[in-house]
């Protein structure tokens, strides 16, 4: 069994390092930049991966991109803002080599600065499981710019749940509002060319049903202020993304 790491990156110079760090486990890392100006592409070279660098207007194609790249049979798919423990990368392993399925989720722990956020996280604003790795072959993302939709071969395995994935997701309260901010206009942009934005009155439902599952559902409540600024969060996505695209199209439109 031959496992590769796949990163995919734009502009990561002060996180990219310490990920990279943590892909030991690998037998092979492959970390692709899109448009990037500062210097990942060279420290992605100091650490031994292979470089694949470009220009994609998509988040799916840029990461079919970097799948298509790796050689292994198996793929672990991490963001740079991510780190895979040692006791997590020989897990992987362990399962990546028994397993007959087609891919696993894995474990994610969440922090906001140092942080650790376990409860509240849901509604395209963030997850605790994550399906990412994957049998070569087994996974394809959809043509979207933000959350693509994913469509796989295969069945599921088993979850990989003893140890976790640290995301450091946000530095603090301004870089979540400001990934708010990212990640709606790439929403609105994705329903304006899809020519479907929805309507306010379903949005408006939205925000309260995702607001309240985030809060109630997934336990939010138990971060206290963080699990309500969370839960908020992950209802103002839809939102705010049909808003952009409703009131300000020709800022948004692709």
């Known amino acids: 069994m031959r496992l590769s790491a796949l990163v995919v990156a734009r502009n990561e110079e002060a996180r990219l390092p310490a990920c990279l760090a943590t892909l030991g486990f690998a037998d092979e890392i492959v970390v692709v ?3 990037s100006t500062d210097r990942s592409a060279e420290m992605a070279r100091e650490a031994g991966a292979v470089l694949l660098e470009g220009e994609w207007a998509l988040e799916g194609e840029r990461r079919n991109a970097g799948i298509a790249a790796c050689t292994g049979d198996w793929i672990l798919e991490i963001d740079a803002d991510e780190r895979v423990p040692p006791e997590l990368g020989a897990e992987i392993r362990r399962v990546a080599e028994a397993s007959a399925d087609a891919f696993h989720r894995v474990r994610i722990d969440n922090y906001v ?16 499981l994550k399906p990412i790795l994957f049998r070569k072959g087994a996974k394809h993302w959809r043509a979207q710019r933000v959350h693509p939709g994913l469509d796989w071969t295969g069945s599921e395995g088993e979850r990989i749940t003893k140890h976790g994935i640290r995301h450091e997701v946000d530095r603090d309260i301004s870089d979540m509002l400001r990934r708010l901010d990212r990640y709606s206009s790439a929403k609105a942009a994705d329903m304006l060319e899809a020519g479907d934005i929805g309507t306010l009155g379903n949005n408006l439902r939205r ?6 599952k985030c809060l ?33 199209p020709e800022r948004h439109r692709p």
Do not use: N, Q
């Open 33 to 35: 930049l899109d448009r």
């Open 113 to 128: 600065g140092e942080r650790l956020i376990l409860h509240g996280w849901g509604g395209s604003f963030g997850t605790t």
């Open 207 to 212: 925000f309260v049903s995702r607001t309240f």
């Open 216 to 248: 109630i559902g997934r336990k939010g409540y138990k971060e206290g202020g963080w699990g309500v600024l969370i839960a908020l969060c992950a209802g103002l996505f839809p939102l705010l993304s049909h808003l952009k695209a409703r009131l300000e």
